[in-house]
C-alpha cells in the first residue's frame, strides 16, 4: 500500500502569513493527489486535485505542487476562514490513502 | 445540487452488525464510483471502501476485509456499508463520497454517521 506522510503535523500562524504543507508519497503516484480542508464537526471539503488544480469555488491563495512523491500545498495569505485541519490523498490506485493532517492553528 | 446523506448509526455492543445508508441525490449516481471514508474521534481519515459505478468492482481496506460488505442499487440512488462483527477500533464518523469523474478525488461528501462501538 502506498503511505502518505504529511508535515507538520500542527502549524501555528497568523491572518496574512504565507503557510506550507508538505505530503510525501511512499511511491510514485504521478500527479494523482488531492487536498482538503476540514473544520470540526465537517465534511472535509476538496481544494486541489491533480496536485496543482484548484476545485471550482475555491479561493486562488491556495496552490498546489509537485509530483511523483513530493507535493505542496500553499496558502499564499492565511485568513481566518482557513484555520483548519488539512490532509492530502492520494489516488493513484483505487484504495485511497490520506495522510496524517496538519492543523494550522491561530498563532 | 449535489446531496449525500448518511443514515444507520448508532450503539451497537461489540460483534454486532450495522447496516449503514447514502442517499444520493442531484446527479446521476449510476454514472459515478462511490466510497466509504471513516475518521475515528479525534483522529484522521481512514478510506474503507470502493465501488464501482456498476458495482462490478469493489474494494477494501484490509482492516475491514472479510468484516464489511459495500454495495448500491443503482435505481434507489442508494449506497450502502453493511458491517458485521464490528469492534471497539471501528468506532467512528463513516462518510460516503463521490469520486470525481474530472478530478479524481472526493469531490462531494455527506455529513457522516456516527458509529459507536462499546457494551
Known amino acids: 500500500d502506498i503511505q502518505m506522510t504529511q508535515s507538520p503535523s500542527t502549524l501555528s500562524a497568523s491572518v496574512g502569513d504565507r503557510v506550507t504543507i508538505t505530503c510525501r508519497a511512499s511511491q510514485s503516484i504521478s500527479s494523482w493527489l488531492a487536498w482538503y480542508q476540514q473544520k470540526p464537526g465537517k465534511a472535509p471539503k476538496l481544494l486541489i486535485y491533480k496536485a496543482s488544480s484548484l476545485e471550482s469555488g475555491v479561493p486562488s491563495r491556495f496552490s498546489g505542487s509537485g509530483s511523483g512523491t513530493e507535493f505542496t500545498l500553499t496558502i499564499s495569505s492565511l485568513q481566518p476562514d482557513d484555520f483548519a485541519t488539512y490532509y492530502c490523498q492520494q489516488y493513484n490506485s483505487y484504495l485511497w490513502t490520506f495522510g496524517q493532517g496538519t492543523k494550522v492553528e491561530i498563532k | ?119
Not at chain 2, 22 to 48: D, H, I
Not at chain 2, 55 to 66: E, F, L, M, Q
Not at chain 2, 80 to 86: A, D, H, K, V
Request: proline share 2%; aromatic share 12%.
Open chain 2, 1 to 119: 445540487e449535489v446531496q449525500l446523506v448518511e443514515s444507520g448509526g448508532g450503539l451497537v455492543q461489540p460483534g454486532g452488525s450495522l447496516r449503514l445508508s447514502c442517499a444520493a441525490s442531484g446527479f446521476t449516481f449510476s454514472s459515478y464510483e462511490m466510497n466509504w471514508v471513516r475518521q475515528a474521534p479525534g483522529k484522521g481519515l481512514e478510506w474503507v471502501s470502493y465501488i464501482s459505478s456498476s458495482g462490478s468492482t469493489i474494494y477494501y481496506a484490509d482492516s475491514v476485509k472479510g468484516r464489511f460488505t459495500i454495495s448500491r442499487d443503482n435505481a434507489k440512488n442508494s449506497l450502502y456499508l453493511q458491517m458485521n462483527s464490528l469492534r471497539a477500533e471501528d468506532t467512528a464518523v463513516y462518510y460516503c463520497a463521490r469520486v470525481s469523474v474530472s478530478a479524481g478525488g472526493g469531490d462531494y461528501w455527506g455529513q457522516g454517521t456516527l458509529v459507536t462501538v462499546s457494551s
